[in-house]
């Protein structure tokens, strides 16, 4: 697939409503941070409506450009897209040959059930609880206490108390 055109308009109604949401997110930790010092620390610091005032002045201008510079990218991008050709993605089926990621899940999974099994093997259990809570032992059990056994490779099962 190549990507050879933007839609300047899209690109802009886009980023302002981005930038928008991002500017209320940023305004109301600022506020929230300038109430709490106001409270910790009074007169140290601008009051919350001070802050609140010099917030909204940033986030409208950083809205506005924001918003400027994204149609400048889009119109930009059209038009050196008409001389090189714009971009290829190339989508897929062919999961034949796993992905760096799968590759390294993979490695770290094999880690972590190793780490686990060297670390919780042999530690012990205390069942003493269970005859008071009136639960049964599994099987040649000791009543004191047991052996911890680590999840193995294939299943990812939590740790089995054997």
Do not use: I
């Given at each position: 697939m190549r990507i050879v055109e933007t839609n300047p308009w899209s690109v802009t109604v886009t980023s302002f409503l981005f930038l928008g949401a991002l500017g209320m997110c940023a305004l109301g930790s600022v506020l929230t941070a300038s109430v709490i010092l106001d409270i910790l620390l009074p007169g140290a610091w601008p009051t919350p409506s001070e802050t609140l005032f010099l917030g909204t002045v940033i986030v409208t201008l950083e809205v506005f450009l924001g918003t400027g510079l994204a149609c400048l990218?889009?119109?930009?991008?059209?038009?050196?897209?008409?001389?090189?050709?714009?971009?290829?993605?190339?989508?897929?089926?062919?999961?034949?040959?796993?992905?760096?990621?799968?590759?390294?899940?993979?490695?770290?999974?094999?880690?972590?059930?190793?780490?686990?099994?060297?670390?919780?093997?042999?530690?012990?259990?205390?069942?003493?609880?269970?005859?008071?809570?009136?639960l049964q032992l599994p099987p040649g059990q000791p009543e004191g206490k047991a052996q911890r056994k680590g999840p193995d490779e294939t299943d990812g099962a939590p740790p089995v108390i054997t």
């Open positions: 990218c889009s119109l930009m991008y059209n038009y050196t897209a008409q001389f090189s050709g714009g971009v290829e993605v190339a989508l897929t089926d062919d999961l034949s040959e796993p992905t760096p990621v799968a590759q390294a899940l993979r490695l770290m999974r094999r880690l972590h059930v190793r780490a686990w099994q060297r670390l919780y093997t042999r530690l012990p259990v205390d069942f003493s609880h269970t005859k008071r809570l009136g």
